[in-house]
């Protein structure tokens, strides 16, 4: 479709106000003459109140903004001094089954998670409650949680009961956390009754860093004492 002259007109007074936005300010002349129409009432308005007005929505979305920054700065500060918390108590357990009790009471009452089982390649790990993932449906998952963190895994309802037993059926949502230790091979499944608590898009980043943390705890535990000889093995 071919521009019109006033098409071809109103470009050209768009590019001369762009270019030269002082303009109006010397030609008061003008802004006697040019009026708006005022939104929602038909009536007329001066330039100087629509440009108010879009100021004000402009500025209204900056406060937005600027709030969901600071929105997300306060959650990764909380975040942060969850995860300071954590390895101070992993530093202070004494052995793997201690690396355990801490890690799980942290998760259920500092990161609010409401179902975690913990499973392992092998059952000869010396933790109450410890899932050793043996058979052939289970390995995919075992394989899963030593290759890193995921959210929005999908669960059958046979490893749910296996892993979360009767609360598993209401499960919604999970995630895993690895664990890649000489202590333990294996992760940490996390389970919620909220559908989007571990969505695909949740994000895994302070799963991988809890799994660094307690793999390093549990590989503290295993080294030999001074003077002992041996290989490693669970405290």
Known sequence: MSETPQDDDAQR?????????????TEEELLTEITLPHLGLGSASSL???QVQALRQENLLLQQRIAALLGA???NAVLARHLSDLAMALLRAQDCIAVVEVTRRHLSEVFQVEQQAWLVAHSDFPVTGAVALEAE???PLLAMAIAGARTGLELHPDL?????EAPG???RSFAIIP???????????????HPDRYGADAGSDL????GRLVSAALDRCTLPKAGEGGSPACA
């Open 13 to 25: 007074v768009r590019a001369f106000l762009r270019k030269h936005p002082e303009f109006l300010w």
């Open 73 to 75: 700065a306060q959650q």
């Open 48 to 50: 100087l109140e629509r």
């Open 160 to 164: 749910r009961r296996q892993l979360f």
């Open 169 to 171: 059926a209401g499960l």
């Open 179 to 193: 664990l890649d230790g000489s202590c333990l091979s294996g992760g940490i499944v996390l389970g919620s009754q």
């Open 207 to 210: 799963l991988e860093q809890i």
């Open 137 to 139: 449906r289970s390995r």
